[in-house]
């Protein structure tokens, strides 16, 4: 890097397309946060989304973004030492990495030291609703290959699955718990569930109360989401999860998500790769970090009634890696 960069940042809105319901609440609008970084002629993009869980607003990310660059940092090694991981660290190191790959005439792979990515197979997430709505959206969705499927924690959970298995006979299903469950109940329906033919469920305890599962029996797969966020959260993790949900909004960026992909599969654990829902711009780094996954979930463009252009391309083959026009 050549000393400090000027940088733009926006607040934006991109409306979904109906309701996307978790079991924590509904939403009709994905609120980002983009960051273009300018130095001459190079433009760097990048885009994150804060997230109520983790205590975070556009304002304060914004807020966030521009105290860093009104510091003078300018480089991505400095964000890395100096700011949190968390969705404003993500959209400054990822518009970092696209000036980085525009400066060198690049790509952001080859950057990376990586090999070229391929379309990696993308699961398409129904949100919570009753049995009926649930069954068909998945009959409208039923010619994906993947489908994640958000539960609730009630005695539906079981109805909503057997629904979405009639709507898409086919498609192998994985269950998002988002922290409801507890470990009684997982003993209780896991071997249910891989009858349905779910292949792993995403944080079924709360992330804070994940110490039941540290050495429990898991014939259905279980996955960190809210309990893993960067390296420093690792340790926590082994012994009691068999997978982590990279998302770059947690890790701060690629440049960590990347390390963490490493760290997580050298410690024992599988990858999947994750994201909030956001346009094109906030997944299409999040494709290098998915190359190889064991499970790869990055439809935020899929599930908005609008997304940038040049977007992300979608098609049998999965989530196809960006153009250098949207990013890197």
């Known amino acids: 890097m050549r000393g400090p960069v000027r940088g733009v940042v926006r607040r934006e809105l991109f409306p979904i397309a109906g309701v996307f319901t978790i079991s924590r609440g509904s939403r009709t609008v994905s609120e980002v946060v983009s960051v273009e970084l300018i130095d001459g002629p190079h433009r760097g993009m990048g885009e994150c989304v804060p997230y109520a869980r983790y205590g975070e607003t556009q304002e304060g990310v914004i807020a966030e973004i521009e105290a860093w660059l009104a510091s003078g940092g300018g480089t991505r090694a400095a964000l890395n030492a100096e700011m949190k991981p968390g969705a404003a660290r993500n959209a400054l190191d990822c518009a970092f990495w696209d000036l980085e ?10 950057l990376a030291g990586l090999p070229e990515p391929r379309p ?7 949100s919570l609703a009753s049995p009926e709505e649930m069954e068909a959206k998945a009959r409208e969705n039923a ?9 609730g924690g009630g005695e539906e959970d079981l109805d909503r699955l057997r629904a979405v298995r009639r709507g898409a006979p086919g498609a192998t299903m994985i269950v998002d718990a ?3 469950w507890t470990l009684d109940l997982y003993a209780e329906i896991a071997p249910l569930l891989l009858g349905l033919g779910v292949a792993m469920v995403e944080q079924p305890l709360p992330a804070g109360e994940d110490a039941p599962l540290m050495g429990a029996a898991r014939p259905l797969p279980v996955c960190a989401d809210e309990a893993a966020h960067d390296r420093a959260s690792l340790e926590g993790l082994v012994g009691k999860y068999d997978m982590v949900n990279i998302k770059l909004d947690k890790t ?5 998500a990347l390390a963490l992909r490493e760290a997580a599969l050298a410690a024992g654990l599988k990858v999947m790769v994750g994201c909030m829902i956001g346009s094109s711009l ?6 290098l970090a998915a190359q190889g996954a ?8 899929l599930l908005l009634a609008r997304d940038r252009r040049p977007g992300l391309v979608y098609d049998a083959q999965g989530v196809h890696p960006p153009a250098p ?3 890197g």
């Not at 790959?101 to 080859?110: I, N, P, S, T």
Request: aromatic share 8%.
């Open 143 to 151: 010619h994906r290959p993947l489908l994640k499927i958000k539960l």
């Open 282 to 287: 906030g997944m299409a780094p999040a494709v």
């Open 325 to 327: 026009e949207l990013w």
């Open 101 to 110: 790959a525009k400066r060198a005439g690049k790509r952001a792979w080859e």
């Open 120 to 126: 990696q197979v993308t699961a398409y997430t129904l």
């Open 252 to 256: 701060g960026g690629l440049t960590e």
């Open 178 to 180: 988002n922290e409801g």
């Open 294 to 301: 064991a499970f790869t979930d990055l439809d935020g463009p």
